[in-house]
């Protein structure tokens, strides 16, 4: 499998005027989506080479399908949770930390503006104000010491729903032409090549690629994958057929 690009980066607060530099959801979807279908494509491919009857092939197609997405999403629940949870973690000792020591909290969050430049009387002010309202002073302490919002937090359910359908829609590609009817490889092999191009060209709005390098790359990648595995197909089925 691709190494899957998991949502659990630190958030960077939105500059509204500025390209998304996480690439948003685009990017893990299309990175997932890819994953799928370089895994089952090249999956499929192998048992292919292996010279099996199509009813294998689907079968292999499917049972790869399902493992794959929950493989994935069990690892992005995982990932996500587990930092959310180390997040959590440290929100709470900073909380701890503003109700046992509020002025040496407000000192330290002087101190953060003092180091971005701003003068020693101002930032102190900036920090009185801002630590006027309890709430709103874990907020920011939570923005501005450890970079996350508290308030939204990734969760891990979603990150988990949304990395088996990315992965699900991309190994269902190859699949396709087999659950219609298709009794030889070329079709899911011409889908899949348009499917791999595509996943690399729109992951050029993100990379300030060209499209059709990227296309190309994600192309000769997956096509290599699968010839791979085409090959350890054909190589292991003559030894065992
Ligand atoms: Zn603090």
New binding site residues.
């Given amino acids: 499998m691709l190494e899957h690009e998991a949502g659990q980066h630190p958030r960077i607060p939105a500059a509204g005027h500025h390209r998304d530099v996480n690439g948003g959801w685009l990017r893990p979807a299309v990175f997932g989506a890819m994953d799928g279908l370089v895994s089952n494509f090249a999956l499929m491919t192998g048992v292919v080479g292996g010279a099996v009857p199509s009813s294998t092939v689907v079968l292999t197609g499917l049972a790869g399908l399902a493992a794959g997405a929950c493989s994935m999403a069990a690892g992005e629940y995982t990932s996500v949770a587990s930092q959310r949870e180390l997040v959590q973690a440290e929100i709470e000792a900073?909380r701890l930390?503003?109700s046992r020591n509020p002025h040496g909290?407000l000192a330290?969050?002087a101190q953060v503006y003092i180091d971005r430049g701003v003068e020693p009387e101002l930032a102190h002010e900036v920090a009185r104000q801002l630590s006027a309202d309890p709430d709103r002073t874990l907020e920011v302490?939570a923005r501005?010491?450890l970079g996350v919002d508290p308030n939204d937090l990734p969760s891990p359910w979603v990150a988990a729903g949304s990395s088996f359908v990315c992965f699900a829609v991309g190994a269902l590609l190859p699949l396709l032409p087999y659950l219609l009817g298709a009794t030889s490889l070329v079709p899911a092999l011409l889908l899949s090549a348009a499917g791999l191009f595509a996943c690399g060209a729109v992951v050029a709005r993100v990379t300030a690629r060209s499209w059709w390098f990227s296309g190309l790359r994600q192309l000769l990648l997956g096509g290599a994958a699968a010839g791979v595995t085409y090959l350890l197909g054909w190589l292991i089925g003559g030894q065992i057929g």
């Fill in positions: 900073e930390e503003l909290e330290e969050l302490h501005e010491e």
